[in-house]
């Protein structure tokens, strides 16, 4: 069965304190790995996708890792604005449907 | 604004009730999803649909849950005989079709039994 897990369940940094989000996974078939965030009573907001072990993506304090077992977001001098819940999901090759990890819920202070 | 739409946004059912919920996809795309997110927990796949089309319904319950896309206006999950357990919040994602797998998500519709 598939399974993906991320960690920590929640996370509090001080403004500035840089830190690693972590998703594993047990997938057979992967076609790719999502990012998501997610702000308390809002939609998933789209943020990466990775498809190959080795590939990073970055956007603004933002950075995706992925290796073949698991992927990490790396919020460099996050700001107050980075607090929100993110997500990782998967997709496999046979079908398009998300399979979605607990998430991370992220606190940044001032 | 091009993103995914739903609605209504928040609705109130009594038990045994009947909810529907609808959702239009970004501008571009053919593809729609819904996801469930119960209080506390990770979110679900539902439903994958194309135009007139189920494509995967392997997250749907079996009994009382109905989707469908038209090939004219939005995409509808039903919910017949409503019960509190489906109480939670219900997303939409669409993306495009060809090969493109992106999903983005509407603000969802938070559905209440009482």
């Known amino acids: 069965e598939d399974q993906v897990t991320q960690s920590p369940e929640a996370l509090r940094l001080q403004e500035g304190e840089s830190s690693s989000l972590n998703c594993s996974y047990t997938v057979s078939g992967l076609r790719g790995l999502f990012w998501y965030r997610q702000d308390p009573g809002k939609g998933p907001e789209f943020l990466f996708t990775l498809y190959s072990a080795g590939e990073e993506k970055e956007k603004e304090r933002l950075k995706a890792t992925l290796t073949k077992k698991e992927s990490f977001l790396h919020i460099t001098a996050p700001k107050p604005e980075d607090s929100a819940t993110y997500l990782c999901a998967v997709f496999k090759a046979a079908g398009n449907k998300l399979t979605f990890g607990g998430g991370t819920r992220v606190l940044v202070k001032p | 604004n091009a993103g995914v739409m739903q609605n209504p946004r928040h609705l109130v059912r009594r038990r045994g009730q009947e909810a529907r919920l609808r959702c239009s996809p970004m501008k571009g795309h053919s593809h729609v999803y819904w996801y469930r997110q119960l209080p506390e927990e990770g979110l679900k796949f539902m439903v994958y649909l194309q135009k007139e089309n189920i494509i995967d319904e392997s997250g749907m319950p079996k009994e009382r849950f109905s989707a469908e896309f038209p090939k004219e206006g939005p995409s509808i999950l039903r919910i017949q005989q409503v019960v509190r357990g489906d109480s939670a919040a219900y997303f939409c994602?669409?993306?495009?079709?060809?090969?493109?797998?992106?999903?983005?998500f509407g603000p969802g519709t938070r559905l209440t039994v009482t």
């Open positions: 994602a669409s993306s495009r079709a060809g090969g493109s797998y992106e999903q983005y």
